[in-house]
Each structure stands twice: as C-alpha cells, then as structure tokens.
C-alpha cells in the first residue's frame, strides 16, 4: 500500500517542491496551504505522515502538531527556519518526531520521511518488555504505566525502549542519536528534550527522576524499577 504524505506550508513553492520529490519516492502527497486547511485534510483522511511549516497563517504549525498529538500518533516533521531553535525545541516538546531547517535539500526531507516511516511502521517480534509497573508492547508500539496507557511519540517510544533493553549502561547524546535513530550527526538537544519528555511520563517527581538518571559528563542511564 502507498504511504500518504500531507504536506502543509504557506509558500507554494515549496509544496511543489517537496510534492514532486516524495512522489518521486513513490508517496501519495496531499497539500494544505494553511493550519485550518491541514485540520480538514487530516480529520476527513488520516495521513501515514504529515510534513508541517511551524510558521502558517491562521492556526501555526505548532498548535496544527498538538491537535495531531490529541487525535493519535501520526509521525510529524517539522520544517522551521534556520536559527529558530526556541521554536524547533517546542515543536518536540509537543510531539514532533522529527524537523528538518530551510533552507533545505528536497532529497534530505524526503530521506527523513522515509526514516521516521520506518521507525514508526518497523515489525517488532511479539514480546512484552516489563520493568516494574512500566510494560512496553514491542509489537504493538504501546505502552503502558500501572496498568495505564502512555501516550508516547514514536521517537519516545523507541528512545524508552532502547534505554530499557540497555538498562544499568550510561550512554552520551551523541551515542543515542545514532544508536536509537540512526543520526551520524544531528543537533543533540533533542535528545535532551525528549527524555525531559520521559521523565514527565514515567517518573513519579520528574525534577527528581530514579529511573531516568543524569550522568554527569557523559549523558543518561536507565536504571531498573525499582533503581538501585
């Protein structure tokens, strides 16, 4: 089946642009001009990705990517501009899965819808992977926190679960941006921002995490339930 792309940015240009390179990938691509028009698109038709402009007319992209955290999980990329990492860090905050900075190739994006596709659709054996009241469903990309269902990104879920399978090792950011996504270079801030993210997931005092620990000069540590 072909993936469905939606693509939402103000300048058409760009949607030409980046409509010709993901077909040319083999996408079906959908175009929005503005946020209301991207919130039609996505409630009459779910899109497998959605690529968003943070700066939109009317609805910006930002609150366009928290409406579509409050529906589900579809994966996000953002595009935003050089320099505006205040507005990149809040994109992930809110649960983008990944951006890319204009200017920017066509052909990178394209590679980077490919890869958070892959993460988002990748077939995991059928096994439950539990940490004391913390269980994630490898196979069905879920997981749960006493019995209660997380909310978690794609990129989280991953993260989460490669920390958990690596429990008791410290790993630096650099380290988690190639191991977990697949980055060789990559601004390392994300992956500060989405174990902040975790923290407020799974730790009962996020300002003072046991299971998601801080190493100081080297990065983060999983520590098993309950963290000795």
Not at 23 to 35: F, K, N, R, S
Not at 93 to 99: E, K, L, N, P, S
Not at 115 to 120: G, N, Q, T
Not at 183 to 206: A, C, M, N, Y
Request: net charge negative; hydrophobic share 40%; aromatic share 8%.
């Amino acid at each position: 089946m072909v993936e469905r792309v939606l693509v939402v940015d103000d300048d058409t240009t760009v949607r030409d642009v980046v409509r010709r390179y993901l077909e040319h990938a083999g996408y079906e691509v959908e175009l929005a001009g503005d946020g209301e028009q991207a919130l039609q698109a996505l409630a009459a038709r779910e899109p497998d990705i959605v690529v968003l402009d943070l700066m939109l007319p009317g609805i910006d992209g930002l609150e366009v990517c928290r409406r579509i955290r409050q529906r589900g999980s579809t994966p996000v990329v953002m595009l935003t501009a050089l320099g505006e990492e205040e507005d990149r860090i809040a994109g992930l905050q809110i649960g983008a899965d990944d951006y890319v900075t204009k200017p920017f190739s066509p052909r990178e994006l394209a590679l980077r819808v490919s890869s958070v596709l892959r993460r988002a659709n990748r077939a995991y054996e059928p096994r439950t992977v539990r940490d004391g009241n913390l269980a994630l469903d490898l196979a069905a990309h879920t997981a749960t926190l006493d019995g209660m269902p997380l909310q978690l990104t794609t990129r989280e879920f991953d993260l989460l679960a490669f920390f958990i399978a690596n429990a008791g090792r410290a790993f630096g950011r650099a380290e988690l941006l190639e191991r977990v996504w697949g980055w060789q270079f990559g601004d390392q801030s994300t992956v500060t921002v989405h174990v902040r993210r975790l923290r407020e997931k799974i730790e009962q005092d996020p300002a003072k995490p046991v299971r998601l620990s801080t190493v100081w000069g080297v990065g983060y540590r999983y520590d098993p339930w309950p963290a000795r």
